[in-house]
T-cell receptor
Framework: EAGVAQSPRYKIIEKRQSVAFWCNPISGHATLYWYQQILGQGPKLLIQ????????DSQLPKDRFSAERLKGVDSTLKIQPAKLEDSAVYLC????????????FGPGTRLLVL | SQQGEEDPQALSIQEGENATMNCSYK?????LQWYRQNSGRGLVHLIL?????REKHSGRLRVTLDTSKKSSSLLITASRAADTASYFC????????????FGQGTELSVKP
């Protein structure tokens, strides 16, 4: 079974530019998460999708971050415009069933904003 | 703020020794999970313990959960250099869609 795929793996941009990350979850996994991990900290949830609907986006900075999962499979996370403090690793995870099941994480996209 | 706090923040041991990491949390949980993260890589799920369980084993890993103290510990026995990584505990609350709330992590270094 293929794992969670993410691209790109690395991205360097200047502040005020825009950037987009892509995630392809494990086949058949209905739930998809985006986490932000700042260096030295644990991951923090940005947004959770159930199929193509948003379940939780309470910690997503909606003035600059947006995410979609139009067909209930792939997802994109966008930042526009980026700030220096957005430098982090962006992790995508997916889960097949209920809350007791394991979340599987992708390798992450490491973003550096200069 | 983060739900979980881990202790110690960093741990350095010799190969063959046991490593113990602790995690405390603040509110009632559905389950608690431990993850490993190697430098520059994604998170790997190690073990899940439910709120009605007290202890679980998986290979060289032993996890305990004390809901009265709101704490958990991860024990890695007979450590290897390949165990060098950051270890995170993450809690899942009730009625929160299964989202993980991570602690700050423990950075483990196992010297050969």
């Amino acid at each position: 079974e293929a794992g969670v795929a993410q691209s790109p793996r690395y991205k360097i941009i200047e502040k005020r530019q825009s950037v987009a990350f892509w995630c392809n979850p494990i086949s058949g996994h209905a739930t998809l998460y985006w986490y932000q991990q700042i260096l030295g900290q644990g991951p923090k949830l940005l947004i959770q999708f159930q199929n193509n609907g948003v379940v939780d986006d309470s910690q997503l900075p909606k003035d600059r971050f947006s995410a979609e999962r139009l067909k209930g499979v792939d997802s994109t996370l966008k930042i526009q415009p980026a700030k220096l403090e957005d430098s982090a690793v962006y992790l995508c995870a997916s889960r097949r069933g209920g809350a007791q099941e394991t979340q599987y994480f992708g390798p992450g996209t490491r973003l550096l904003v200069l | 703020s983060q739900q979980g706090e881990e202790d110690p923040q960093a741990l350095s041991i010799q190969e063959g020794e046991n490593a113990t990491m602790n995690c405390s949390y603040k509110t009632s949980i559905n389950n608690l999970q431990w993850y490993r993260q190697n430098s520059g890589r994604g998170l790997v799920h190690l073990i899940l313990i439910r709120s009605n369980e007290r202890e679980k084993h998986s290979g060289r890993l032993r996890v305990t959960l004390d809901t009265s103290k709101k704490s958990s510990s991860l024990l890695i026995t007979a450590s290897r250099a390949a165990d060098t990584a950051s270890y995170f505990c993450a809690t899942v609350l009730y009625n929160q869609g299964g989202k993980l709330i991570f602690g700050q992590g423990t950075e483990l270094s196992v010297k050969p």
